[in-house]
């Protein structure tokens, strides 16, 4: 298997672009500012409209809060993961990585693959 990493900016003007880069992916990462956390509403929004899988890894900067007060704030779904990450750091972010895989391999009914 071949793991393809997009970025998609977060500004608004650059939202027409989300739903086809959304277009086909298996899922996604929503990397959420702390310091910014309505600024990840529209992100999630757009993926459960389009039905992508999607955890959600939260940037930690030391200045943080809990994890439930932010899935509480993203009013998310149970199912959906919450990673604390650090952004800058190597093992953090792959951990992020492996958090979304194992998401979408949760969701593959036993004896089908993921492709």
């Given at each position: 298997?071949?793991?393809?990493?997009?970025?998609?900016?977060?500004?608004?003007?650059?939202?027409?672009?989300?739903?086809?880069?959304?277009?086909?992916?298996l899922g996604a990462i929503v990397l959420v500012d702390q310091r910014r956390i309505?600024?990840?509403?529209?992100?999630?929004?757009?993926?459960?409209?389009?039905?992508t899988p999607f955890v959600v890894a939260c940037n930690d900067f030391g200045d943080?809060?809990?994890?439930?007060?932010?899935?509480?704030?993203?009013?998310?779904?149970?199912?959906?993961?919450?990673?604390?990450?650090?952004?800058?750091?190597?093992?953090?972010?792959?951990?992020?990585?492996?958090?979304?895989?194992?998401?979408?391999?949760?969701?593959?009914?036993?004896?089908?693959?993921?492709?």
């Open positions: 298997h071949v793991l393809y990493l997009f970025g998609a900016p977060g500004q608004q003007r650059f939202w027409f672009l989300w739903d086809r880069l959304f277009a086909g992916a309505s600024d990840s509403w529209y992100a999630i929004d757009r993926l459960e409209h389009q039905g943080s809060h809990a994890a439930d007060d932010v899935r509480e704030a993203l009013d998310l779904d149970p199912a959906v993961p919450l990673v604390m990450c650090d952004a800058r750091s190597r093992e953090s972010s792959k951990q992020v990585l492996i958090a979304l895989v194992e998401h979408l391999y949760s969701a593959v009914p036993q004896g089908e693959t993921v492709s």
